[in-house]
């Protein structure tokens, strides 16, 4: 029987041993998925205190309770490892690690070299490989490929390579893994076969696409025309501030036309990992090939301001009051780059407080969800949103909305308020 047939036996009959690399915002909601799905499912992750509290059962992800995934350790259907040679004894491995940005704003696929180098140590004949990790067009093929095919393995007959992008929102309570449509495109056509069966149960729909560049390329487009139209509203923000125009109206009215208008709202910037870093991805590969990616650039340079905007208006609302911001007292409600979630990744909340606290603002926050910041983040400690907690804040900046919020409190005793929180519905989401 061949490799290709042989997995789909086990498709069928649920008996591939999945194996997830890494057990993070992506991982673990999959490791979970595919155990519902009938599965077993190693995962595998280089940090041990999550390793150890997935082995327990107990969730360190706020969209997986612990209720969920109590059960599915104690029955075996879900383990952990920090040994990467145990990728030897799995059937599939779905690579979930994290693509971030390097300082210059270059990918950085370290995590995802590092998988790969992890996977062809350990790579045998009858073994499948999704790369799940947003990157940028070519990656499954370029830096994938190439290493599966040793020993004489060959992707397609031997071994089969996919892409298949995660399209994870934290705190959506709506779309969540399972009913959210997977994109899937196979290296070939026995690539893209089996991946499909062995998703299909996972999935309530999936979505073919031709190749694994096609639906890297799916990923990127998604994000960058979130991240192109949130810049044109941010924008538009900037522009009803210089004329005296109350933006929120503009857009609400606007947002009446029952046709040829779809409706995003300017906010404090772009956070989480994937609108402010996806675009990127796509700019740095088209630079190789010799073309400018205008509309990315553009986008990325004025939702950039957006945080050195805010703090502007702050200054300008404590100068009505005859006050400077250095010895001000501002309180920043919410932290998380969207409403209910404990997430902080690459949230404009955190450049609003750098540069309040960098013009001499004695800066507080408050958000249930993040009761405090590491040392990069600001190293501060959420207050209570008291009465007189707000009253001894010379100014209070809404950089994030979350549903335990008392708007009642900010308005009967602040003193100056700046609002960001309507840019909420195009801040949300990956």
């Known amino acids: 029987m061949t490799a290709e047939k042989q997995l789909l036996a086990k498709a069928d009959d649920r008996t591939a041993l999945f194996g997830v690399m890494g057990l993070g915002y992506v991982g673990l909601p999959l490791a979970v ?11 595998f992750d280089v940090d041990a205190r999550v390793v150890e509290t997935v082995s327990v059962g107990r969730s360190h992800i706020k969209d997986v309770p612990t209720g969920l995934l109590e059960p599915l350790v104690r029955d075996g259907k879900v383990s952990a490892t920090t ?129 694994p560049e096609a639906a890297e390329l799916v990923k990127l487009l998604e994000n960058t025309f979130r991240s192109v139209n ?30 040829g208008f779809m409706k995003f709202m300017p906010g404090p910037g772009l956070g989480g990992h994937c609108i402010p870093v996806d675009p990127h991805y796509l700019a740095w590969k088209m630079r190789g090939l010799n073309y400018k990616t205008r509309f990315i ?34 309180l920043v409600i919410g932290v998380a780059y969207k409403r209910d979630i404990d997430d902080v990744r690459e949230s404009p909340a955190l450049d609003i407080i750098r540069l309040l606290r960098q013009q001499g603002a004695d800066v507080s926050y408050h958000d249930p969800f993040v009761p405090e910041l590491d040392a990069d983040s600001g190293g501060l400690t959420s207050v209570a949103l008291t009465p007189d907690v707000v009253r001894a804040a010379d100014c209070v900046v809404v950089a994030t909305d979350h549903s335990q919020l008392d708007y009642q409190v900010i308005a009967a005793e602040s003193q100056a308020v700046v609002d960001t929180r309507n840019a909420l519905s195009v801040n949300e989401g990956r």
């Open 33 to 43: 998925e595919l155990a519902n799905a009938g599965y077993r499912v190693l995962g």
């Open 83 to 211: 040994d990467m040679s145990r990728l030897s004894e799995v059937d599939v491995i779905s690579i979930c690690v994290p693509t971030p940005l390097s300082k210059t704003k270059d990918p950085d696929v370290s995590y995802v070299l590092a998988a790969a180098e992890s996977v062809t140590s350990a790579v045998r004949a009858g073994q499948v490989i999704i790369l799940e990790s947003t990157t940028y067009p070519g990656t499954t093929r370029e830096l994938l490929l190439p290493r599966l095919e040793v020993r004489d393995l060959k992707v397609g007959r031997d071994v089969f390579l996919a892409f298949s992008p995660e399209r994870v929102d934290p705190g959506n309570a709506e779309w969540r893994t399972r009913n959210t449509p997977k994109v899937v495109g196979g290296a070939t056509p026995a690539c893209q076969r089996v991946v499909l069966a062995l998703y299909e149960p996972v999935f309530d729909s999936l979505v073919p696409v031709s190749s």
């Open 230 to 259: 949130i810049g044109l509203a941010n924008e538009m923000a900037m522009v009803c501030d210089r004329l005296g125009v109350d933006v929120w109206e503009v857009i609400d009215a606007a947002a009446t036309k029952p046709f």
């Open 297 to 330: 650039e553009v986008a990325g340079e004025v939702n950039s301001e957006m945080p050195a905007f805010w703090v502007r208006k702050v200054a300008e609302m404590l100068n009505e009051a005859a006050k400077a911001v250095r010895g001000s007292k501002v």
